[in-house]
């Protein structure tokens, strides 16, 4: 079993950045593909951005060039940079970790951009 835990979200203006942080329980980390999802009020889960093992990215158009995913197998955390945030990108964000069959969810964050 792994357990997930995110960190890191609250309230920001737009155009604002944010860092959010989602820490794993265990070193085979590195083996998972991680992966950010979000989701607003009534509307459904979203990919935001995934990392393989290999360090391989995707991001969703919405965020390219806004957002950056990164790793740190040493710490078995996983990070998403939130840049230039807009009201749209409000909602729960979802850590994910992924290896084969084998799918984990941590318990979200709320990141909520308004002035």
């Known amino acids: 079993q792994v357990q997930l835990v995110e960190s890191g979200g609250g309230l920001v203006q737009p155009g604002g950045s944010q860092r959010l942080s989602c820490a794993a329980s265990?070193?085979?980390?590195?083996?998972?593909?991680m992966a950010w999802y979000r989701q607003a009020p009534g509307k459904q889960r979203e990919l935001v951005a995934r990392?393989?093992?290999?360090?391989?990215?995707v991001y969703a158009d919405s965020v390219k060039g806004r957002f950056i995913i990164s790793r740190d197998n040493a710490k078995v955390t996983v990070y998403l940079q939130l840049n230039s945030l807009k009201p749209e990108d409000t909602a729960v964000y979802y850590c994910?970790?992924?290896?084969?069959?084998?799918?984990?969810w941590g318990q979200g964050t709320q990141v909520t951009v308004s002035s």
């Open positions: 990392i393989t093992s290999g360090g391989n990215t």
């Open positions: 994910n970790a992924q290896h084969y069959q084998i799918i984990y």
């Open positions: 265990r070193t085979i980390f590195s083996i998972y593909t």
